[in-house]
């Protein structure tokens, strides 16, 4: 048992003076070593980069962890084009980017969706522009209907009352990563559901 561990610290000693090409090489082998060690050389530059864009440290976390299953998944890295530190930065700013145009899609989504919500009740609208309201309004809340009960009632404690996925998580006492996951489904549900309202 002794002698395991000593050569297991022998070989994770001597992969890590290999080249990045190297340790890739071996990972396609089926080394998991090596991915550790290119995993340690790497990961602080995926999150710094993805804190950079996205500026919320959470989802930070999050993007460095989906790089490396991406990075494990694909293997799509030739070393005879670049570095691994280029191909790793490119990859992340790419994703990290797509988050943020997302984030802005669902933002405006849910910006339209509060607007219908909320000026429904208004005293300054035609009746024929209530009835439009009124209309898309329950559209609205019959696109609710077909989510999850868990989906549902993260999107209503976001946007009736305010509160923060954080807060979500606290109040429902359900990890953050588990109240982001519903909120983005319950979205894209909503959003494939309610296309057409503008």
């Not at 990859?91 to 984030?103: F, G, H, N, V, W």
């Amino acid at each position: 048992m002794h002698s395991d561990v000593v050569n297991t610290n022998h070989e994770q000693r001597t992969l890590a003076q290999q080249t990045d090409a190297e340790l890739f090489s071996l990972f396609k082998t089926g080394n998991s070593f090596a991915l550790g060690i290119l995993y340690d050389r790497y990961a602080s530059l995926v999150y710094s980069l993805a804190l950079k864009i996205l500026t919320n440290p959470q989802e930070a976390e999050d993007l460095t962890q989906e790089i490396f299953l991406i990075f494990l998944q694909r293997n799509t890295y030739n070393p005879n084009r670049g570095s691994l530190s280029s191909f790793i930065s490119i990859m992340t700013r790419s994703r990290a980017i797509d988050k943020l145009r997302e984030r802005h899609t669902n933002l405006k989504f849910l910006q339209r969706w509060c607007q219908t919500m909320n000026t429904e009740t208004s005293s300054f609208i035609t009746p024929v522009e209530q009835a439009s309201l009124t209309e898309r309004s329950q559209r609205v809340r019959n696109a609710l209907k077909q989510l999850s009960e868990d989906q549902r009632q993260v999107l209503q404690m976001a946007y009736y009352e305010g509160l923060t996925q954080s807060e979500i998580a606290q109040r429902l006492h359900v990890p953050l990563g588990t109240i982001k996951t519903r909120a983005r489904q319950g979205l894209l549900k909503l959003r494939q559901g309610l296309q057409d309202i503008k």
